[in-house]
Structure formats: structure tokens, C-alpha cells
């Protein structure tokens, strides 16, 4: 199978490939920068037969995810599987290339783009999936329009939670349009897991808080059965955890939200579509 994972040369991403080309999987990782994911083909290369590839693609520019996005359909043709994982916290207020808030612009709004990018190429394998990495730290989240450029006072935490809340919705809306078709489509929460995700905390707080947190083994397991196993095959529209409840809140549960954010999402991204 052909597998595209975001954000695969590090953290959970890496995991999950590592576990995909032990079984001798096709993966693709598609990363921002050239050398990291290099050292990281090289490496995963040494694990099994699984043919490994790079794509570039920079969550940060909806022009990237268009050129990215067109260049795997050019050289790819179908894709079986579309792992949405790349994804940052931000402790301060950053602006992508498009002037979106980076958090939602990278987590969710970029990937919004390529997954619609790559619909046609998903389709083209006989049965696709699509996996979102959403987190429980959605709780903390709202959608607030007036804010997805970054305006108001900054609180990283709740900008995180949004962009999370934002890819659970996404993940949510996209199940019922995708229901009956070929491909089907999920999200989970990987847990609390050591990961370069924590890299902008301060050194005491990140030690803290690495007690409590599991090894990126834990959620790569849970997203490769996701990926490939028999058992996840004609399953759609969940939210399944790592190690954690899968609680959701009212607002990831909430249909006319998903719906109203789709819409505008479709409305930023439509000159890239
Ligand atoms: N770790 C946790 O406790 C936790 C909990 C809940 C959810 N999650 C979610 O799990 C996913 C993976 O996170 P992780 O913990 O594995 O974090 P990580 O170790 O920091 O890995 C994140 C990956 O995303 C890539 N990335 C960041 N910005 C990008 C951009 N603009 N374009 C393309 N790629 C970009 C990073 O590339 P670089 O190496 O170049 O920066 C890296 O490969 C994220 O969506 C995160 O929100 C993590």
C-alpha cells in the first residue's frame, strides 16, 4: 500500500513509519525540511523492504500544499492511505504565509487544502483511508472565526485547542460526506507523548511534564492498525484514543459547527484548489 504521512521525520509521525516499513509498506514522508527528512529515509531504509519516498510540503503555505499536493498526484497516481500528522504548538503568536494564526493554519487549515488536493488520488486506490491526528486538547478550543487570524489576546493554549478542534470537526465532516464511497475517514488522539512537539516550553515544565508521558510507539501502534489492519478497513467517522478517554466536547460533537466550518474553510482555501 501507499501510505503519505505529514510530518514524518520525527515524533509520532516517525514511529509510524517505522512500524509501516517493517511491514514492508510503501511510505511517503512528507516533510518541510529537506535534510531531516533525508536523515530520516536513510534510517527507516535500514528497517525492511518497504520502498521509502520524500515529498516537500510546508503546512505553512497554501501554495506549498498546492504544488506538494499536485506533484503526488503527478507522481503517484493513486494513494491508499493519507495520515494527517504534522502539527506544532506555538507558545507565541506566529502568522503563516497566508496571514492565518499558525496554529490553525498549520494543524488544520493546510491540511484541509491537501486533503482536498488529494481526494481525486485517494479515490483512484480501491479503498483509501484517511487518519487526522486531533487531540484531546480540542477541550480547550472553540471556532471563532474573528480570530483565525491570530486577533485578541494571544493564548497559546487556546489557539492549539482550536486548530485540534478544528481537525476533529473536519475529520467528523468529512466521514458523513465520504460515507458510502471508497475511502473512509478517522481521527484519534495519541495520547500525552514524549515528542518534539513540547520543544518551545521552558526546560523545567517540559521535564515535568515528560513524566507523564508515553513513547511514540504507543500512538504509531494505534495508527498503523488505523492504516492497515483488516479490522479498520469499513470503519468511519471515529475518534479513538491512544491511552486516554476519547471524550469529546460539545463543540466537536456540534454537526452545524463542522458544517459552518467547512464552508469557510473551503471559501480561504479556494484559490488553491
Ligand atoms: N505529542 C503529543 O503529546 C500530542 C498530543 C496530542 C496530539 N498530538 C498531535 O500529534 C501530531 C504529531 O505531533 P508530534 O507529537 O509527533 O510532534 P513533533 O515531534 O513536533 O512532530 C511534528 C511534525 O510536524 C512537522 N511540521 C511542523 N510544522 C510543519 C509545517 N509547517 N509543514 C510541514 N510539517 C510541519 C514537524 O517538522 P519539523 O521537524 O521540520 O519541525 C514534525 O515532523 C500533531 O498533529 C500533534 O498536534 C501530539
Redesign the pocket.
Known sequence: MKILI????????YATAERLVKQDQHVILA???AD?AKTAQVRLQTLGQGQVDIVT????SLESVQQSANDIAEQYGALDVLIN?????AKSKQLTQDGFEQQFG??YL?HFLFTHKLLPVLSNAPKARIIH?????HWMGNIKPKTFHGEGLYNPLYFYGQS?LANLLFSHELARQLAGSTITNNAL?????D?????ELPTLAHKALQLG?VP?SIPAKLIEDMAISVEWENKNGEYVSAHMPNWQSRHATNKGLAERLYMQSMEMVSPYL
Open positions: 505529514t510530518g514524518a521525520n520525527t515524533g509520532i509521525g516533510c518541510r525540511n531531516k510540503l510546508d503546512l505553512n500528522n504534522a502539527g506544532l504548538f498549520v494543524n493546510g491526528l486531533a487531540s484531546i486538547a485540534k488522539h495519541p495520547g500525552g507523548v515528542s518534539d512537539i513540547y520543544r508521558l511514540t
